[in-house]
T-cell receptor, first 114, second 109 residues
Framework: DTGVSQDPRHKITKRGQNVTFRCDPI?????LYWYRQTLGQGPEFLTY????????KSRLLSDRFSAERPKGSFSTLEIQRTEQGDSAMYLC????????????FGSGTRLTVV | GESVGLHLPTLSVQEGDNSIINCAYS??????FIWYKQESGKGPQFIID?????DKRQGQRVTVLLNKTVKHLSLQIAATQPGDSAVYFC????????FGQGTTLQVKP
């Protein structure tokens, strides 16, 4: 296991298109988190899963955003009808329950909406 | 709402000097704290963590101090090296991590 993997690394899309990102967490971790980071800012929490259950969603997560973790392993984050304001780095992290031993982040997916 | 804030957006230090980066948090229920380092184009990298039942924790060249009374956290880096140049974030958690804005550490040779 080489850590948290995110795919793709970069995505350029036209406004109005749908995009989907994938995150593969560390296999032993039962929690998976999505964050969004814009230039010069700290990561902002979007949502997290414990196994396949989505336990919390931020108010930042509009109806155009949906996340799934169908089998409690990998997760997908979909953005529908993308807007220029969605341009950001989307980060995935995983941890054990309670965050013991830290949260491990992936390298992120850089989304540019043109 | 809960917030985490860093005191200085940028810190410039001479190579070999010690660096201290400070952070304040608002949620008194936070019981776990992490410092991350982030280099350009990469995800945050874990540096050191501390739980609320501790005041101090040391790693290799790094020390985290926690003052729960004033809700303050600091990261000390000993003998700062050029490779330490990055953005540093503190994050606190009762259930998920809340990040501060970040302090850019610049190391002058």
């Amino acid at each position: 296991d080489t850590g948290v993997s995110q795919d793709p690394r970069h995505k350029i899309t036209k406004r109005g298109q749908n995009v989907t990102f994938r995150c593969d967490p560390i296999s032993e971790h039962n929690r998976l988190y999505w964050y969004r980071q814009t230039l010069g800012q700290g990561p902002e929490f979007l949502t997290y899963f414990q196994n396949e259950a989505q336990l919390e969603k931020s108010r930042l997560l509009s109806d155009r955003f949906s996340a799934e973790r169908p089998k409690g392993s990998f997760s997908t984050l979909e953005i529908q009808r993308t807007e220029q304001g969605d341009s950001a780095m989307y980060l995935c992290a995983s941890s054990f329950t309670g965050g013991d031993y830290g949260y491990t982040f992936g390298s992120g997916t850089r989304l540019t909406v043109v | 709402g809960e917030s985490v804030g860093l005191h200085l957006p940028t810190l410039s230090v001479q190579e070999g000097d010690n660096s201290i980066i400070n952070c304040a948090y608002s949620n008194s229920a936070s019981d776990y704290f992490i410092w991350y380092k982030q280099e350009s184009g990469k995800g945050p990298q874990f540096i050191i963590d501390i739980r609320s039942n501790m005041d101090k924790r040391q790693g290799q060249r790094v020390t985290v101090l926690l003052n729960k009374t004033v809700k303050h956290l600091s990261l000390q880096i000993a003998a700062t090296q050029p490779g330490d140049s990055a953005v540093y974030f503190c994050a606190s958690s009762p259930s998920k991590l809340i990040f501060g804005q970040g302090t850019t550490l610049q190391v002058k040779p």
